[in-house]
């Protein structure tokens, strides 16, 4: 596609409940990212796939937190059991390989749990 | 972890004024990109600078880098209300690995 693609763009949870989250990167780029941000606050890290190498997941903020990446395409951020503390915007970035690029970014899936 | 620190963390200013932006990293860069997000939603990319350069310039924006301070500056030059937004600046930690500050939220008043 022409950009990055996000969906859902809102999503509404029960607490406790799984939420997916999915990432269509622009064709061709090889590297991908997720990013966390709550209201009015900065972006945090969560994970970065790069290609065939094992991805950097230093940023889940637990175990609850999971992501892939199929055939080096579309990634799917995966939450189990939702807490309140989960609610932000989760926003997917793509670039090309190689260092100096700019990323691209979605407009993001903001989660609210209630 | 985090890496940039912006800062201030909210500016405000009159149009036509000039808004200056201040990141500060801690560990060695391949480059400093600078972002704009509107509402939240998705970063647009303004302007990146290498390791190698000093200073950049694009349209009304200008960036400066100082490796040995570990530091990097935005000034966005005769401001404009459409200017107001919050602004991110990057740093490449490893191969196409990017983490961003918190960001400065700069209103523009007219």
């Known amino acids: 596609g022409a950009g990055v693609s996000q969906s859902p763009s809102n999503k509404v949870t029960e607490k406790g409940k799984d939420v997916e989250l999915r990432c269509d990167p622009i064709s061709g780029h090889t590297a991908l990212y997720w990013y966390r941000q709550s209201l009015g606050q900065g972006l945090e890290f969560l994970i970065y796939?790069?290609?065939?190498?094992?991805?950097?997941k230093s940023g889940l903020p637990s175990d609850r937190f999971s992501a892939e990446r199929t055939g080096g395409s579309v990634s799917t951020l995966t939450i189990q059991r939702t807490q309140q503390e989960d609610s932000a915007v989760y926003l997917c970035?793509?670039?090309?390989?190689?260092?100096?690029?700019?990323?691209?970014f979605g407009e993001g899936s903001w989660l609210t749990v209630v | 972890s985090q890496q940039g620190e912006e800062d201030p963390q909210a500016l405000s200013i009159q149009e036509g004024e000039n808004a200056t932006m201040n990141c500060s990293y801690k560990?060695?860069?391949?480059?400093l990109q600078w972002y704009r997000q509107n509402s939240g939603r998705g970063l647009v990319h303004l302007i990146l600078i290498r390791s190698n350069e000093r200073e950049k310039h694009s349209g009304r924006l200008r960036v400066t880098l100082d490796t040995s301070k570990k530091s990097s500056s935005l000034l966005i030059t005769a401001s404009r209300a459409a200017d107001t937004a919050s602004y991110f600046c990057?740093?490449?930690?490893?191969?196409?690995?990017?983490?961003f500050g918190a960001g400065t939220r700069l209103t523009v008043k007219p």
């Open positions: 560990t060695s860069i391949n480059n």
């Open positions: 970035a793509s670039s090309l390989h190689g260092r100096g690029n700019t990323i691209y």
């Open positions: 796939f790069q290609g065939n190498s094992a991805p950097d």
């Open positions: 990057a740093t490449e930690k490893n191969n196409n690995d990017m983490r």
